[in-house]
């Protein structure tokens, strides 16, 4: 799965992708960068951290999530996308919008990231047609108010890989080029923690050529998983450590990326997962 893909760093291990939640309300970091020169700072520090690009969003898409309006998303994030690239910073796009990843692309975003998979807005694909720029379709099912509802699989991995392969020829047809394309399994979203963790001890079968990125982050799942003796599930931010474990499966499975809220830690693990890998091939780490 690890794969180059144009116009972004290409390092010869699993990217690193630092969120950037420019939003009030985002699961585990609502308010943290909400203000654009915090945003900024922040966004840089990651990339001092090892970032190799910075994930900007204004929508949050925890459960429960109502949407804001086109307006005040980009209102969010275009300035932040503008001050980053003008500063040299790889930016990418986190937007279930068009008209939001047409103005970040022409604010200098190098990367657009939907977590609907061009479900949300028809119009994406069209709109990232001729942008030049890679497309990230993730899995979704429905919007953060019910998406629950639809966890419901007989062969989650399967099932998430033949969803994909949909998307991926819907918005080829729009005029996508392939090349461009990543895809995501959408950990979380609409899937219980089973079906998160099948993902990713499968993640290899979910694509033949596609490059995969995997957001595992500060997912409700491994709260659920490190529920202390009183019953009560980790909080998000006390998760960082098991989103590290999933990092280094995820690129030792040849994930291309992995998106994090915290990134030293995770950069260190990619590069572990990398000298891994190279031994395996009998090459110098």
Same mark, same amino acid.
């Given at each position: 799965?690890?794969?180059?893909?144009?116009?972004?760093?290409?390092?010869?291990?699993?990217?690193?992708?630092?969120?950037?939640?420019?939003?009030?309300?985002?699961?585990?970091?609502?308010?943290?960068?909400?203000?654009?020169?915090?945003?900024?700072?922040?966004?840089?520090?990651?990339?001092?951290?090892?970032?190799?690009?910075?994930?900007?969003?204004?929508?949050?898409?925890?459960?429960?999530?109502?949407?804001?309006?086109?307006?005040?998303?980009?209102?969010?994030?275009?300035?932040?996308?503008?001050?980053?690239?003008?500063?040299?910073?790889?930016?990418?796009?986190?937007?279930?919008?068009?008209?939001?990843?047409?103005?970040?692309?022409?604010?200098?975003?190098?990367?657009?990231?939907?977590?609907?998979?061009?479900?949300?807005?028809?119009?994406?694909?069209?709109?990232?047609?001729?942008?030049?720029?890679?497309?990230?379709?993730?899995?979704?099912?429905?919007?953060?108010?019910?998406?629950?509802?639809?966890?419901?699989?007989?062969?989650?991995?399967?099932?998430?890989?033949?969803?994909?392969?949909?998307?991926? @020829?819907?918005?080829?047809?729009?005029?996508?080029?392939?090349?461009?394309?990543?895809?995501?399994?959408?950990?979380?979203?609409?899937?219980?923690?089973?079906?998160?963790?099948?993902?990713?001890?499968?993640?290899?079968?979910?694509?033949?050529?596609?490059?995969?990125?995997?957001?595992?982050?500060?997912?409700?799942?491994?709260?659920?998983?490190?529920?202390?003796?009183?019953?009560?599930?980790?909080?998000?931010?006390?998760?960082?450590?098991?989103?590290?474990?999933?990092?280094?499966?995820?690129?030792?499975?040849?994930?291309?990326?992995?998106?994090?809220?915290?990134?030293?830690?995770?950069? @260190?693990?990619?590069?572990?997962?990398?000298?891994?890998?190279?031994?395996?091939?009998?090459?110098?780490?």
């Amino acid at each position: 799965m690890t794969s180059a893909v144009p116009g972004l760093p290409a390092p010869g291990r699993c990217l690193v992708m630092g969120v950037v939640n420019v939003t009030p309300d985002s699961f585990s970091d609502g308010g943290a960068w909400f203000d654009p020169d915090k945003a900024i700072r922040h966004a840089h520090d990651l990339v001092h951290e090892g970032a190799d690009l910075v994930d900007v969003g204004g929508e949050s898409t925890r459960p429960g999530a109502q949407r804001v309006s086109l307006d005040e998303e980009l209102r969010r994030v275009v300035p932040v996308i503008e001050a980053l690239a003008a500063d040299g910073v790889p930016v990418s796009v986190d937007t279930m919008r068009a008209e939001v990843a047409e103005a970040a692309v022409a604010a200098g975003a190098r990367l657009v990231n939907d977590v609907s998979g061009g479900l949300a807005d028809p119009a994406m694909g069209r709109a990232l047609a001729g942008a030049g720029v890679p497309y990230v379709v993730m899995h979704w099912r429905g919007h953060s108010h019910d998406m629950y509802r639809r966890a419901e699989y007989d062969d989650v991995v399967r099932e998430v890989r033949d969803e994909l392969a949909a998307r991926v @020829d819907e918005v080829v047809a729009q005029g996508v080029d392939p090349s461009m394309i990543v895809l995501d399994p959408g950990l979380g979203f609409a899937k219980k923690a089973p079906h998160n963790w099948t993902l990713i001890a499968r993640l290899g079968e979910l694509s033949d050529d596609l490059p995969v990125l995997v957001g595992a982050s500060r997912k409700r799942f491994l709260g659920r998983l490190l529920t202390g003796p009183d019953g009560q599930a980790r909080p998000f931010t006390d998760c960082d450590d098991a989103t590290v474990a999933v990092t280094a499966l995820a690129a030792a499975a040849g994930a291309w990326c992995v998106r994090v809220h915290r990134v030293r830690p995770n950069a @260190d693990a990619v590069r572990v997962a990398a000298a891994v890998r190279a031994a395996e091939r009998g090459e110098d780490a």
